[in-house]
């Protein structure tokens, strides 16, 4: 899902980093 948006949604590294850390602790998997 996160590759998925990563793919539509162009933002800048940092966001995605951002993005993917926030999911990673609030749903608890890597």
Known sequence: ???II???IP???LMLL???IH???N???I
């Open 18 to 20: 951002e993005f993917h």
């Open 11 to 13: 933002v800048p590294s």
């Open 1 to 3: 899902m996160i590759l």
């Open 23 to 25: 999911l990673t602790e």
């Open 27 to 29: 749903f608890d998997y």
């Open 6 to 8: 990563e793919r539509n």
